[in-house]
């Protein structure tokens, strides 16, 4: 597995589609895992302070989106909470794609193993994750299902890396999910897309998108 030179709450990242060609990446088809949704080695990232108005929240199986967020949380000053779910997801790709298709099949979603903190300081939420079958990965759903009601209020910010397809309906899923508890959100349309094996060098991407959304909320 590819370790990047960037770290994340303290420990390095590691990120296997990282580098791979178009061709040989195959669209993220066969990407491998540390078995532990990025947590192997180390405790799931938890950063918090007191007076930051900016919280990402994110999944990452693989460390490509988990190096998305540690990009936007350099960029942003954002704190970070990496969602994680009490059985993780297999180390080999086809077991987890066999997995999740059954998950979707029988709605039936991980279980969150989230300590969730008091977001009430939160003005804006970054909600980070990648695309599963052209929509919202298994554990973004299951923390909305479970946790939604505290982003009540809240700016909701999403961003996902993909293999080549787009956001699918992933924004339009957190809408629907959000909405089925109740809750009223600004959630932003506008996410920020990037191709999972090219998360090292989006920097300038991310740099423009938050410059572009700075635009649209001074319009």
């Known amino acids: 597995m590819k370790k990047t030179s960037e770290q994340i709450a303290g420990h390095p990242i590691v990120a296997p589609q990282l580098g791979r060609s178009a061709l040989s990446w195959r669209h993220g088809y066969g990407t491998d895992s540390d078995g532990h949704d990025t947590n192997a080695y180390f405790a799931p990232t938890r950063v918090l302070t007191k007076d930051t108005k900016s919280l990402i929240i994110y999944f990452s199986r693989s460390g490509s989106t988990e190096l998305l967020a540690a990009k936007l949380a350099k960029q942003t000053g954002a704190d970070l909470l990496e969602i994680t779910v009490r059985d993780p997801y297999p180390?080999?790709?086809?077991?987890?794609?066999?997995?999740?298709?059954n998950e979707r099949e029988g709605g039936d979603y991980p279980e969150p193993d989230?300590?969730?903190?008091?977001?009430s300081q939160y003005q804006t939420i970054y909600l980070g994750y990648p695309i599963w079958a052209m929509t919202l990965a298994h554990p973004m759903v299951a923390f909305l299902t479970t946790h939604g009601a505290a982003l009540a209020g809240k700016k909701i910010i999403p961003?996902?890396?993909?293999?080549?397809?787009?956001?699918?309906?992933?924004v339009q899923r957190i809408g629907h999910l959000l909405a089925t508890q109740g809750v009223t959100a600004d959630l932003l349309t506008r996410p920020l897309?990037?191709?999972?094996?090219?998360v090292d060098l989006a920097d300038g991407e991310i740099r423009r998108w938050l410059a572009q959304l700075e635009v649209e909320a001074n319009e």
Request: proline content about 3%; overall charge negative.
């Open 91 to 101: 180390a080999r790709y086809l077991e987890t794609l066999n997995r999740a298709n």
């Open 159 to 170: 961003f996902m890396t993909q293999g080549g397809y787009g956001a699918g309906d992933s």
């Open 114 to 119: 989230l300590n969730l903190p008091d977001l």
């Open 193 to 198: 897309v990037v191709n999972g094996n090219a």
